[in-house]
């Protein structure tokens, strides 16, 4: 990962532990996307909860891959809460929360495929939808940037700590 990447996930956890008196702890899985359980980016507890994030930062459109949604899927598993923070340049920060897995015993097997769980959790301004990926690979989810008509500027709108906190009640 690019070492922009890997500050911006610093910042994030270490702004959101210090601007929350201690009400909430984070810190960056220094090992995330080089290691073969899965490991997001940021991870964290509240008094309440447990969490876990992962971060992308863009200027334009950005495709997530597959294999990124359902790590965060098979740490949701763990009975972490779970979202995708994306920001792109020169527009207030989203948190996209995966619809969650049916806790009803009797529903017939869960079938709403990865991706599918985040284009649902993901606000219409965004334009969420799936791409195919290579042949044998299995796609990826696509968010385009909106228009300052459609979200709010990174100047009127809150930063990536404060979308985590109002997520967090923290």
Partial sequence: MPQKGKRYENDVARELTRDTDD????????????IAVPAPDIVGL????GFALELKKYSDDISIPHSDLAQLLEVQKQYLDVGLLVKFSHREPVLIEPEPRSLDAFAVEDDIGVIERFIRGADS???PHRVDGPSGEDGA????KPSTDDWSSATSGEDAVGVVRSWLDV
């Fill in 23 to 34: 009400d909430c702890v984070a810190w960056p899985a220094g090992y995330s996307g080089n």
């Fill in 46 to 49: 509240t008094d309440t909860r």
């Fill in 141 to 144: 989810l696509r968010l385009s």
């Fill in 125 to 127: 301004a965004f334009d």
